[in-house]
């Protein structure tokens, strides 16, 4: 653990002894409650009497309510310790400290300008017949609620290797879910989200976070995890208990029989619940965000959101220009001047730009693997020109060289230039490769540089504490039309009630040779995008990312009046509003920047028309940009039609979508 995390839980354990006088055990279940009532859990100990009235229970468990009705019924609590009989059966409540936080603080990029963090706390200590000791930390919210472990120094022991945690989710009812199967603990998140019952679930099967779930007539929830620091990823696998998960722990490559190695006092992340009436609620929830500490830079001026041309999406090969696309200078000037016509800030310039075994007297071939650059590749001159152009460039790398040579790779780059690092393929979130996450976005903002990391695992907040991590893939992206038809519209409206949850997501949307599922053939070179052209319009307001790709060949966008709302929309918002929805079916989107709101409404392969209320606008008139499906969009999947027309907050606009298809507006002030 880290001096300033060792710091960090010492003084919240001490604000926690500072805020409420002790609580007696004897009291019976402690329950913490949301600032609004609606959300309650329950805490019960070793020896305190059941939350449902039943005999005294033999260990640490919780319970959770949403408007008094039992959304997950008792569930296990505790750590399995290497060399120790577990901390948690056993265990009873020896104190509790409560408490009370409303807050307000921005950010610089993300859904919302600013985030309000408010809940009521309890900080519990238990300990257990040997005197070993175990406390929890719990928040309710009015959005979800959250709880960690703290293991602190002790005599019992000072070294705690974790083999796994007992932490359960049992649901009240046989909920249904939308589970990520995942094929094991190395894996880039990156695959179709099915539909299951708690009970369907395969005892074999390894579930990603987040998992959301309806319990029938209770409500919305959706597991996923906050704040992983020095410790392994999540995930999750049926229990035997009946409509119940448990937790699974990624395992060391080093030691697989544990999965945190630590000596203590050892904090686990938060185990979150983000909880709503409607699965649109869970969508606009900052609780991921908040069970984050601030920010630790001071300047956060340098870290902007922004739309990106992107070379690798077309491939190799494009008609319509008078050079040899490829990783070489010319085609990347040609983005560079593709994205400076358009009014982009970056240029991605994907893999192939460095090439290993280059070897060089200059800046440019100083720093082994990660900056030899290409026989094709004049950096200097493209950093020059995209310089000329106002246009900024991220480089991408793989994490192998990243780890090697990042020390001396980063500085080189804040001198020429760039903007930021995709980073990929690490396909892992074991403990060491968490801390590994985490030391990189902190010397990349020693060096003013953004990160996007991709063959990734899903985000956790961490983009609080360190902003310049900007955006993340983990996510089966558009990509994967390119060898496939995964990426479908059914795939899109999932996204935002799952992965989305987690925070941004890189899908990289922006195909233009748009296809409805008769006539999409998967291919490398100039690849189809599935869904309406309105439909891939509308991911650019669906989908969270403050670094949104236009993955296009440029020529693709040339006389298209379609690109307009591309140019137009933003990439960081004030506000957001999820108008309808449910995963697999639609979502209708809303988000605020400045004065102006656009709305994005996607469907799967049903056509549907809806109705959409304006109730969220200010008071005065507006006008409405109208991208639409066109008549025969369902045929024709490029076919669209433009319309403006006036609106106010009692306007009600009806949007009629073909199948796979979509609807995107900009709406905006009539006086302005």
């Known amino acids: 653990m880290t001096p300033q995390r060792i710091l960090l839980s010492f003084l919240t354990f001490l604000l926690f002894s500072a805020m409420a006088e002790a609580q007696s055990a004897n009291a019976g279940p402690i329950r913490v ?32 309510e949403f408007h008094g009705k039992r959304l997950f019924d008792e569930s296990a609590l505790g750590l399995k310790i290497e060399g120790q009989p577990a901390l948690g059966p056993g265990m009873r409540i020896d104190s509790v400290k409560t408490g009370t936080v409303d807050e307000t603080y921005t950010i ?50 000072d070294k705690v290797d974790i083999e796994h945690e007992l932490t359960a989710f049992r649901y009240s009812k ?14 880039s998140y990156e695959d179709e989200y099915q539909m299951r019952q708690v009970s369907g679930l395969h005892r074999d099967w390894l579930v990603g976070l987040p998992l959301l779930a309806e319990v029938p007539a209770v409500g919305w929830v959706a597991i996923t995890e906050a704040d992983i620091d020095n410790y392994a990823g999540m995930y999750l696998r049926k229990d035997a208990t009946p ?136 950096m200097p001159e493209l950093l020059r020109y995209a310089k000329q152009k106002n246009v900024r460039i991220w480089l991408w790398s793989h994490w192998t060289s990243v780890d090697k ?15 930021g690092v995709k980073i990929d393929f690490m396909d892992r979130d074991d403990q060491q490769m968490v801390e590994w996450y985490r030391h990189v976005v902190e010397l990349a903002a020693q060096h003013h540089l953004m990160i996007d990391f991709h063959g990734a695992f899903k985000p956790d907040g961490l983009r609080r504490t360190w902003p310049n991590l900007i955006t993340r893939e983990g996510v089966m992206g558009k990509e994967y039309l390119k060898w496939s038809a995964r990426t479908s519209p059914v795939h899109n409206t999932t996204l935002p009630f799952t992965r989305m949850l987690a925070g941004p997501l890189d899908y ?60 137009q929309v933003p990439t960081t918002w004030d ?3 999820v108008l309808d929805g449910r995963p697999m079916e639609n979502i209708t989107l809303a988000r605020r920047s400045g004065k102006d709101w656009y709305v994005g409404s996607i469907t799967n392969w049903d056509a549907r028309t ?63």
């Open 405 to 419: 040579y990042m020390d001396q790779a980063f500085p080189l780059f804040e001198k020429w230039g760039v903007a």
């Open 508 to 567: 990289t949307p922006g195909a233009f040779g748009n296809s409805n599922r008769e006539n999409f053939i998967a291919r490398n070179l100039e690849p189809m995008g599935l869904g309406t052209r309105a439909h891939e319009l509308a991911l650019y307001v669906v989908l969270e990312s403050p670094l949104q790709m236009v993955s296009d060949f440029p020529e693709h966008y040339a006389g298209q009046h379609d690109f307009e709302f591309i140019k």
């Open 108 to 157: 610089p990029v993300g859904k919302t300008s600013s985030v309000r963090d408010n809940y009521n706390s309890a900080h519990v200590h238990c300990d257990d017949a040997a005197g070993r000791r175990l406390w929890l930390d719990i928040r309710a919210y009015d959005d979800g609620l959250a709880f960690r472990y703290f293991v602190p120094e002790q005599p019992a022991f």
């Open 243 to 378: 409509f119940a998960v448990r937790a699974e722990l990624s395992p060391r490559l080093d030691k697989p029989t544990i999965a945190v190695e630590s000596e203590t006092p050892v904090t686990s992340p938060w185990r979150v619940l983000i909880i709503g009436d409607a699965p649109g609620r869970l969508v606009e929830s900052n609780i991921v965000l908040n069970l984050n500490p601030p920010t630790k830079l001071d300047d956060t001026s340098w870290i902007r959101a922004g739309k990106s041309a992107w070379d690798w999406w077309s491939g190799d090969q494009a008609t319509g220009v008078k050079f040899k696309p490829g990783m070489n200078t010319a085609t990347m000037k040609h983005y560079i001047d593709f994205a400076s016509a358009s009014g982009f800030t970056y240029m991605l310039i994907d893999a192939g730009w460095a090439l290993a075994n280059r070897t060089g007297p200059d800046d440019y071939a100083a720093v082994a693997d990660i900056t030899r650059v290409a026989p094709e590749i004049d």
């Open 174 to 187: 046989d909920a249904t879910l939308y589970p990520l199967v995942l094929d094991g603990f190395q894996s």
């Open 575 to 577: 506000e957001v509003r």
């Open 610 to 672: 809806l109705r959409v209320p304006l109730s969220f606008l200010g008071e005065g008139k507006y006008i409405a940009e109208i991208y639409a499906d066109a008549p025969d969009a369902g045929t024709n999947a490029t076919h669209t039609t433009f319309s403006k027309q006036p609106v106010d907050r009692s306007t009600g606009l009806e949007i009629h979508m073909a199948s796979g298809g979509g609807n995107a507006i900009w709406i905006h002030s009539a006086t302005e």
């Open 33 to 64: 409650a949301s600032p609004n009532g609606q959300i309650v859990v329950i805490l019960s100990g070793a020896d305190g009497a059941s939350s449902s009235g039943a005999s005294p229970g033999d260990s640490l468990r919780y319970a959770v």
